[in-house]
């Protein structure tokens, strides 16, 4: 797979994975007993009285930062608050950001899995999106696209 459509992809899975967190996000918010998603009935099995906290981690998490981290893949902003990323992964941001989400995405769903069990379609999905984003992340062509230099170069 060339590097520009290597690249395509993982922006498409980050956008694909930000639509479906922004969705779930508020929607959890917006009715915080999940009944409007048919998740009500896993409630009594998770230790938080409502969806509310899920919600905001869907929101932020799988919502917002997907799409911070396509923009950052796509445009490569220099932002000096990231520069501290880039040195400690040779890596810039982005990427180390893209790769950091998709593990966490697994975590996510491995934690859903244990809590809720693995049964909703959408979990199902978002499983392979998650191993999508890691295998492209992972790519040669995409790796050596978002290298930095070493620190004195």
């Known amino acids: 797979m060339g590097r520009r459509l290597a690249l395509a992809a993982l922006v498409v899975a980050l956008l694909f994975l930000a639509f479906g967190g922004l969705y779930g996000g508020i929607a959890m918010l917006v009715d915080p007993s999940g009944a409007s998603l ?17 919600g905001l981690f869907l929101l932020i998490v799988m919502g917002l930062v997907p799409i911070v981290l396509a923009y950052g893949l796509v445009v490569r902003p220099d932002w000096p608050w990231a520069a501290a990323i880039a040195r400690r992964s040779s890596h810039h941001w982005a990427w180390s950001g893209t790769l950091a989400l998709g593990l966490v995405l697994g975590l996510w769903l491995a934690l859903q899995g244990w809590m809720i ?10 499983a392979g ?15 050596s696209r978002f290298a930095t230099p070493p620190a004195g170069s």
């Not at 069990?117 to 978002?126: H, R, S, Y």
């Not at 999106?129 to 790796?143: E, G, S």
Request: hydrophobic share 65%.
């Open 38 to 54: 048919g998740m009500d009935v896993v409630l009594p099995q998770l230790p938080v009285p409502n969806f509310v906290l899920p």
């Open 117 to 126: 069990g693995f049964a909703w379609p959408i979990q199902f999905v978002t």
């Open 129 to 143: 999106n998650a191993l999508v984003i890691v295998v492209l992340v992972l790519l040669p062509a995409v790796r």
